[in-house]
């Protein structure tokens, strides 16, 4: 079955600045990876997604890059708020089969 | 659109009493939906793919007696937790696929925090 890596499972950022999360997925099928952001006791909420016909997507301060051949995609978040502190989960998604596979996890700290 | 309700939102249960979580789409069908389990400072982790008029599929280690799915519409699917036990306690997710083809999307309901004492 497919396999979502994440890394890191923790990052510090100081306001302002950008931080990156990456993940790797092993299934080559998959064709649609969202990326969501988790308070504590609430549901994942979708920041952004991409699918698998296109290699980059942004929306505001939050951006996210696919490459299909090295089988891995990224969350940039640029101009970090403390309101941007939460734990960010990666996740990939074949419609095929309708299997979403999440990453861990990571765990954002934006220092004021 | 592509609203997923989950009830009720917390429950707290006497250990061996069973609990019943409901998950409904509001304005779509959901001919599957998915119900997750979440640990603290862990990532969801699928317990079974719930189908619309048949059984549900369950992941490796997930315990089909205990965890019983009845999805009987297009927008009902229910997740009964049986004879609970403390280390059941979790947070329990259900979600559903919305759209076809080209136009998709995976949307979560609420979240049900299960405590048994």
């Known amino acids: 079955g497919e396999n979502v890596e994440q890394h890191p499972s923790t990052l510090s950022v100081q306001e302002g600045d950008s931080a990156v999360i990456k993940c790797t997925y092993s299934?080559?099928?998959?064709?649609?990876f969202p990326w969501y952001k988790q308070e504590l006791g609430k549901r994942p909420q979708l920041i952004i997604d991409?699918?698998?016909?296109?290699g980059e997507k942004k929306d505001q301060r939050i951006a996210v890059t696919l490459n299909k051949t090295a089988k891995h995609f990224s969350l940039h978040i640029t101009e970090t708020q403390p309101e941007d502190s939460a734990v960010y989960f990666c996740?990939?998604?074949?419609?095929?089969?309708?299997?979403?596979?999440f990453g861990t996890g990571t765990r954002l700290t934006i220092i004021p | 659109g592509a609203v997923v309700s989950q009830h009720p939102s917390w429950v707290i249960c006497k250990s061996g009493t069973s609990v019943k979580i409901e998950c409904r789409s509001l304005?779509?069908?959901?001919?599957?939906m998915f119900w997750y389990r979440q640990f603290p400072k862990q990532s969801l982790m699928l317990m079974a793919t719930?189908?619309?008029?048949?059984?549900?599929?369950?992941e490796q280690g997930v315990e089909k007696d205990k965890f019983l799915i009845n999805h009987a519409s297009l927008t009902l699917s229910t997740l009964t937790v049986t004879s609970a036990h403390p280390e059941d306690s979790s947070f329990y997710i259900c979600?559903?696929?919305?759209?076809?083809?080209?136009?998709?999307?995976?949307?979560f309901g609420s979240g049900t925090r299960l405590t048994v004492v």
């Open positions: 304005d779509f069908q959901a001919t599957t």
């Open positions: 996740a990939s998604f074949n419609f095929g089969n309708e299997k979403l596979t």
């Open positions: 979600s559903a696929v919305w759209g076809e083809k080209i136009n998709y999307g995976y949307t």
């Open positions: 719930s189908n619309e008029g048949s059984k549900a599929t369950y």
């Open positions: 991409i699918r698998s016909n296109v």
């Open positions: 299934d080559s099928a998959s064709n649609y």
